[in-house]
């Protein structure tokens, strides 16, 4: 995710990676072309500008602009929502991994540099590890120069993250079992892990459902519709005109498409898409300090 200042005009006009008229200009030169052929036709030839028939088209894409106007509204809402549903899940993980350090920092005699360590590695490592699983990264596990005969490397053919969180909860379990931490503490401990895969189960969610196909393809095949029927209303009234008008509306339709496309998976590697990397190394930074 791009971090910007939205009261900067001139970078928010300048082009950018992420900005849909890069991506569109093939097909805005398409439309261009065709509007000109219409246009040409019209204007050399066919002088359909007379025709009552003719004159009714604006009418008519008046009406159905209303129309395509309300499904990409909902369209860009609804992607929106997906959105910021991930960032407010991936929040809820960097409170659940604060406070879990916090609750072991206090648990946990410092003395007991094994504990603090084992924790302060997993905790920081399930962000890491949900972010390639959303991401669909068959990564290996790098640990660092540090040996830690305790985390073992974990079997990538099954579901990563459970495996991080199922280590954790052994140990819990292991300091109840010992007697280094209270049945009270077992239950307080047990409540803060079950928001891990709370969390992992809910981004899977937003992952693995995608808007309905049907109503994606009907938006686009609605636009295009829509737009390469413009020149035959707006080519007969404008002229050549018609050429940059239509080429407007095709980019301002189009663009909304591809945001909504874009932000309805906010795991990718876009650059709308969430920070998960930041969000990682940060908890990470947190867990190590309250641990240390």
């Not at 261009?32 to 066919?46: D, H, K, L, S």
């Amino acid at each position: 995710m791009e971090a910007y200042d939205s009261h900067n005009w001139l970078r928010a006009l300048a082009l950018h990676r992420s900005d849909t008229f890069r991506k569109l200009v093939p097909l805005l030169l398409l439309v261009g072309a065709f509007t000109a052929a219409v246009g040409y036709i019209e204007v050399e030839y066919m002088h359909l500008s007379k025709s009552s028939y003719v004159s009714n088209l604006p009418v008519m894409h008046s009406l159905l602009g209303f129309a395509i106007s309300m499904l990409l509204v909902f369209r860009t809402n609804t992607a929106y929502d997906r959105w910021w549903e991930g960032r407010k899940l991936w929040g809820q993980l960097v409170n659940a991994s604060r406070n879990l350090a916090v609750k072991m920092s206090v648990m946990v005699p410092p003395e007991d540099a094994t504990t603090r360590a084992f924790f302060t590695r997993l905790i920081g490592l399930f962000p890491m590890e949900l972010k390639h699983h959303l991401q669909l990264e068959k990564t290996r596990l790098e640990l660092d120069g540090k040996p830690h005969p305790e985390i073992p490397d974990f079997d990538r053919s099954k579901h990563v993250p459970t495996q991080v969180v199922q280590l954790m909860q052994q140990r819990v379990q292991r300091l109840h079992k010992d007697g280094h931490i209270s049945g009270d503490q077992l239950i307080i401990l047990n409540t803060e892990l079950v928001q891990f895969l709370d969390i992992c189960g809910a981004c899977e969610r937003i992952k693995n459902t995608p808007i309905p196909y049907s109503y994606s393809s009907f938006i686009k095949k609605f636009i295009v519709v829509y737009t390469f029927t413009l020149p035959m209303g707006f080519a007969f009234t404008l002229g050549y005109i018609a050429v940059p008008v239509v080429m407007f509306v095709f980019y301002v339709l189009a663009s909304l498409e591809l945001i909504a496309e874009e932000i309805e998976d906010p795991f990718g590697t876009d650059g709308n898409d969430l920070p998960m990397e930041r969000l990682a190394v940060m908890i990470s930074k947190n867990v190590e300090e309250t641990l240390a």
